[in-house]
C-alpha cells in the first residue's frame, strides 16, 4: 500500500491514516477504482474500502 498525507477534516485539519506504506489489505470486490499508467495496473481507495490489514 502507498498511503497520502490523510482524511481532510471540515475544520481545516487533517486525520491522519491508520495504514502505513507496505501494508497489505483485503477490500471489497467493487471497492475503489482501477487505473492504468506505464502498463502498470493501480487500484486506488478510500481508507473507508479497506476491510482488513494482514501481514
Known amino acids: 500500500v ?3 498525507p490523510g482524511k481532510p477534516l471540515d475544520n481545516g485539519s487533517v486525520r491522519a491514516s491508520a495504514l502505513k506504506v507496505g501494508d497489505k489489505v483485503i477490500y471489497g470486490q467493487y471497492a475503489g477504482s482501477t487505473y ?3 502498463g502498470v495496473e493501480y487500484k486506488v481507495l478510500r481508507e473507508d474500502d479497506v476491510l482488513a490489514v494482514i501481514g
Do not use: E
Open 36 to 38: 492504468k499508467a506505464d
Open 2 to 4: 502507498a498511503v497520502g
